[in-house]
């Protein structure tokens, strides 16, 4: 019975490149968060996915940030053009329905940028 | 916009004594709230919640208390235990709306 799955666990990027996250979440759960850490701060709402589609994306940068929950596969968090300042932790977390405040995280990702 | 509080960055509590964690808000609009705590290098962990229809919700050694008026919660751990050393989040959220504003976090150290 695994949990939230995140990998890789840690992801080191030039500036410029491109930075794929995965979640895989919980058996049985078809909604997925992605939440962002910055150092020495709270975690911050990016998007909420269900399956095919982007439920609310209000915390996502309007820029070179994307995500997807295809129907098959892990949820991605995709950002291109990585700059210094997206070097954070990216936490994953998923339920089995929506408004399930109490859901489960995974152990994130560390992207760091050089 | 902060809109939840976390104003103690860390806390240092001795082993079988209580830990108070207090957590502030500013929006009305939040109806439900829920503990987390964080391990480092690890994802957080649901500790607790509570609704905005109660004023106290109690799991084992966690309290949480509610003070709607205040827009204040707090989180009492009693007796306090060297693995509650972690770092406590307050979070909270409005209606059906599924994300959750957080706060920046306490550090809790519990010293033996």
């Known amino acids: 019975n695994a949990g939230v799955m995140q990998n890789p666990r840690h992801l080191v990027r030039r500036r410029g490149q491109e930075a794929r996250l995965r979640c895989s979440p919980m058996?049985?759960?078809?909604?997925v968060y992605w939440y962002r850490q910055l150092p020495e701060e709270g975690l911050k709402f990016m998007v909420y996915?269900?399956?095919?589609?982007?439920?609310?994306e209000s915390g996502m940068p309007k820029e070179r940030f994307s995500a997807e929950f295809p129907k098959e596969g892990p949820s991605i968090l995709r950002i291109q053009q990585v700059v210094r300042g997206d070097s954070a932790a990216y936490f994953c977390?998923?339920?089995?329905?929506?408004?399930?405040?109490?859901?489960?995280f995974g152990s994130g990702t560390r992207l760091t940028v050089v | 916009d902060q809109q939840v509080k976390q104003n103690s960055p860390s806390l240092s509590v001795q082993e079988g004594r209580i830990s108070i964690l207090n957590c502030d808000y500013t929006?009305?609009?939040?109806?439900?709230f829920l503990w987390y705590k964080k391990y480092p290098a690890e994802g957080p962990t649901f500790l607790i919640s509570?609704?905005?229809?109660?004023d106290k919700n109690e799991d084992g050694r966690f309290t949480v208390f509610l003070n709607k008026s205040a827009k204040h919660l707090s989180l009492h751990i009693v007796p306090s235990q060297p693995g509650d050393s972690a770092v406590y989040f307050c979070?909270?959220?409005?209606?059906?709306?599924?994300?959750?504003?957080f706060g920046t976090g306490t550090r809790l150290q519990v010293t033996l």
């Open positions: 977390a998923s339920s089995p329905t929506s408004g399930e405040y109490g859901y489960t």
């Open positions: 058996k049985g759960h078809s909604h």
């Open positions: 996915l269900q399956k095919e589609n982007i439920i609310d």
């Open positions: 929006n009305s609009m939040f109806d439900y």
């Open positions: 509570i609704s905005s229809i109660k």
């Open positions: 979070a909270a959220g409005a209606g059906t709306a599924s994300k959750l504003t």
